[in-house]
């Protein structure tokens, strides 16, 4: 069974949605969702673009969701090196984009922001 056809359903409740590892496909299922009360949505480990977030910000508010919180990692391009103590490179990984470059850089002008991995429970 497809998981994104739970998104099929009516949630005229939900205001906090954590889904992932879908990939970009879960941008179109959740615009096509009745989630009228949608607040808060984690798309961590969803390998979505920039550009797709951006689009999908773009739609939602033309839509006039409710929609005000997003919360997705993007790293950039340069590389991050940790090194032993004499100098031996150990592990190397691309740097962590934060918050609020990720709200100034892809969600300008659409009323989301990118907020912090809030907890499952509350």
């Not at 992932?20 to 941008?27: K, R, Y």
Request: charged content about 25%; glycine content about 4%.
């Amino acid at each position: 069974m497809d998981a994104l056809v739970v998104l099929q359903a009516n949630f005229p409740k939900l205001e906090r949605l954590h889904i992932s590892h879908l990939g970009e496909e879960v941008l179109e299922s959740i615009l096509a969702a009745q989630l009228p009360s949608l607040q808060y949505l984690d798309l961590q480990f969803n390998n979505i673009s920039p550009a797709a977030l951006t689009h999908f910000a773009k739609e939602m508010t033309l839509r006039g969701s409710t929609l005000r919180e997003v919360s997705i990692d993007f790293y950039d391009d340069e590389k991050t090196e940790y090194c032993d103590w004499n100098g031996s490179v150990v592990e190397s990984f691309n740097g962590k984009i934060f918050e609020d470059d990720i709200t100034r850089l892809y969600l300008a002008g659409t009323g989301l922001r990118a907020v912090a991995r809030k907890p499952l429970y509350f």
